[in-house]
């Protein structure tokens, strides 16, 4: 068993003892607004293309990915009232801890795409299958603000692909190649400092990139100092459709 593997299940089980009682409430209160399931059990696709069930607290209407796409805006009709705050606080996400215990996921990796969007994948974004996927990595705290940036679109998931997917990917190779167990620990805690200092946490972490020898147009997205433009993903030319 390696480093990162010990590291996830005795974090995992410790961070879990503390944040049960939060997650329970929440639960509680989801339940009792429509009287349904408050957890949200989906499929994703991780390590070596093996599907797992992944768990988070439900933020939507029930039977939501029915009636809707896969990226959700921050206006989406479908989000429960409760569930703005869970998602803007991002503790839809803490159940996924009971992921990192099990094996499926780890703390820090690029995160779990379902198998619709896996199978849009290049060979390039292939590789991201090669590690366990993670609750947070360098493309959670960039992208912090997807639901902001897709609310202004019509179609929602033709603007991820075009304005997020690209630099999620290439963001998320960027990691595996330079992932170690000093590099978990700063994301992890830049993902906290996030929700604090949202500046501050993109500038240490464009910091990061250019230590570690990133691209000045990778660092430049980092920062999300200018508007975000249609890119092909890594291993495709040109975008596939136009916004």
Do not use: H
């Not at 992890?188 to 240490?204: G, W």
């Amino acid at each position: 068993m390696d480093y990162k593997r010990l590291f996830d299940i005795f974090f995992g089980i410790t961070i879990l003892f503390f944040i049960s009682p939060l997650i329970i409430i929440f639960c509680l209160i989801i339940y009792f607004y429509d009287r349904s399931n408050p957890l949200y059990i989906s499929t994703r696709v991780g390590r070596n293309g093996k599907k797992f069930k992944i768990f988070k607290i439900r933020t939507m209407v029930k039977n939501a990915d029915k009636i809707g796409g896969t990226s959700t805006k921050k206006s989406d009709k479908r989000l429960l009232p409760v569930g703005k705050i869970i998602r803007k606080l991002k503790l839809d996400e803490f159940t996924q801890i009971i992921n990192v215990i099990n094996g499926t996921m780890s703390f820090v990796g690029p995160r779990p795409n379902t198998p619709i969007d896996v199978s849009m994948y290049s060979l390039k974004e292939e590789e991201l299958l090669f590690i366990r996927p993670g609750i947070t990595d360098f493309s959670s705290i960039v992208f912090a603000d997807e639901g902001d940036i897709l609310d202004s679109f019509e179609n929602p998931d033709l603007a991820y692909n075009q304005l997020i997917r690209p630099w999620k990917s290439k963001l998320g190779l960027f990691y595996i190649k330079k992932s170690s167990l000093t590099l978990d620990l700063k994301l992890m805690f830049l993902t906290i400092l996030n929700t604090i200092n949202r500046d501050k946490a993109l500038f240490i972490l464009s910091k990061i990139i250019k230590n570690n020898g990133g691209s000045s147009e990778l660092i430049n997205v980092v920062r999300r100092k200018n508007d975000l433009l249609p890119t092909a993903p890594p291993g495709f030319l040109y975008p596939i459709e136009k916004i």
